[in-house]
């Protein structure tokens, strides 16, 4: 059974640690007793707290598509270099770089600090683990 620390869980519920806290004191996330060291949050409750969120989480996108993973963020670089731009964009802990035609970049109107989704349809999504459980 996947053991997550507390601010972990924050990181990846998008929360602060107090946020965490209070959700295992009202029964919402399944956590361990600390008798013997610092609380830690089961990972099956946390995946099931996470998608419980996203359901209720507002739809980022105006519009309908087929595709599901949606990164809203800031964007932190802009780079144009002809005909083609780099975007990245800091969604979260997440930074998602893309590479999309000058053109486009101008038309959206991106820059440094513009709010932006980065939307990702992939047929090929590799999986990792830290190997050590977590």
Known sequence: MTQ???SDAAALLGVS?????????????????????????DG????????????????PSPVNSSV??????????????????????QAGPHRVVSL????GARELGLEVGSLA?????ATNVSVETMGDGR
């Open 117 to 121: 989704t980065a939307v990702v349809k």
């Open 100 to 103: 999309i035609s000058a053109e």
């Open 68 to 89: 599901r993973n949606h990164f809203v963020g800031i964007v932190t670089r802009v780079q144009i270099d002809g005909v083609m731009a780099q975007v990245d964009i």
């Open 17 to 41: 640690d107090d946020t965490v806290r209070r959700l295992i004191e009202r029964g919402e996330l399944e956590a361990s007793d600390a008798v013997d060291g610092p609380q830690t949050v």
């Open 4 to 6: 997550l620390r507390v």
């Open 44 to 59: 099956a409750s946390l995946a099931r707290v996470a998608i419980e969120r996203a359901k209720t989480a507002p739809d």
